[in-house]
Antibody, heavy 117, light 110 residues
Framework: QVQLMQSGAEVRKPGASVKVSCKAS????????LHWVRQAPGQGLEWLGI????????GYSQKFQDRVTMTRDTSTSTVYMELSSLISEDTAIYYC??????????WGQGTLVTVSS | QTVVTQEPSLTVSPGGTVTLTCASS?????????PNWFQQKPGQAPRTLIY???NRHSWTPARFSGSLLGGKAALTLSGVQPEDEADYYC??????????FGGGTKLTVL
């Protein structure tokens, strides 16, 4: 069965970076794009960006363009999202999400990132 | 900056019908925006209900349907059940890799 298993909760200080992973299983990894989405406490969903797991090409929201980096490791079917220069407003649950041919389907379970001094 | 707008909140009676909409600041929503709809209940990860405007996943109850209506994407719930009380989000596709979520609709079943 398809699974997207994310890494555990993280706590960082302002100005630091965080790297969250999403390990895919149950399907051919390179046949699907993976997206990263976040949700701040009590807020809506916010799209951060996308990685083409086959080519490694990425596309980022303009809001995060300067601070986010998405990578993938095809040998372990894992994608990574690194967010730098963290501020308190980056405190959120971060999700990975699968897409193919404009069809979204499976979500990861989410990773809570807390930014606090 | 592209903005996608949804009703902040809606209320529906059990057994009733309600339509949630999703508008784009760039103009009419069309099938080339490939609207996707998501449901999120408190404390849970979202789940995908509808893709490509009007296609249900295998896990999506038949009472959920997607369409284009008056220049917007729409999600209609027919025969609403108490368990449908949740937040609903649309997402639209734009040029290149850009995807944008709507602000979400809080649906109350009362």
């Amino acid at each position: 069965q398809v699974q997207l298993m994310q890494s555990g909760a993280e706590v960082r200080k302002p100005g630091a970076s965080v790297k969250v992973s999403c390990k895919a299983s149950g399907y051919t990894f390179t046949n699907y794009f993976l997206h990263w989405v976040r949700q701040a406490p009590g807020q809506g969903l916010e799209w951060l960006g996308i990685i083409n797991t086959g080519s490694g090409d990425t596309g980022y929201s303009q809001k995060f363009q300067d601070r986010v980096t998405m990578t993938r490791d095809t040998s372990t079917s894992t994608v990574y999202m690194e967010l730098s220069s963290l501020i308190s407003e980056d405190t959120a649950i971060y999700y990975c999400l699968r897409e193919r041919i404009s069809q979204f389907d499976y979500w990861g379970q989410g990773t809570l990132v807390t930014v606090s001094s | 900056q592209t903005v996608v707008t949804q009703e902040p909140s809606l209320t529906v009676s059990p057994g009733g019908t309600v339509t949630l909409t999703c508008a784009s600041s760039t103009g009419a929503v069309t099938s080339t925006h490939y609207p996707n709809w998501f449901q999120q209940k408190p404390g849970q990860a979202p789940r995908t209900l509808i893709y490509n405007t009007n296609n249900r996943h295998s896990w999506t109850p038949a009472r959920f349907s997607g369409s284009l209506l008056g220049g917007k994407a729409a999600l209609t719930l027919s025969g609403v059940q108490p368990e449908d009380e949740a937040d609903y989000y649309c997402l639209l596709f734009y040029d290149g890799f850009l995807r944008v979520f709507g602000g979400g609709t809080k649906l109350t079943v009362l």
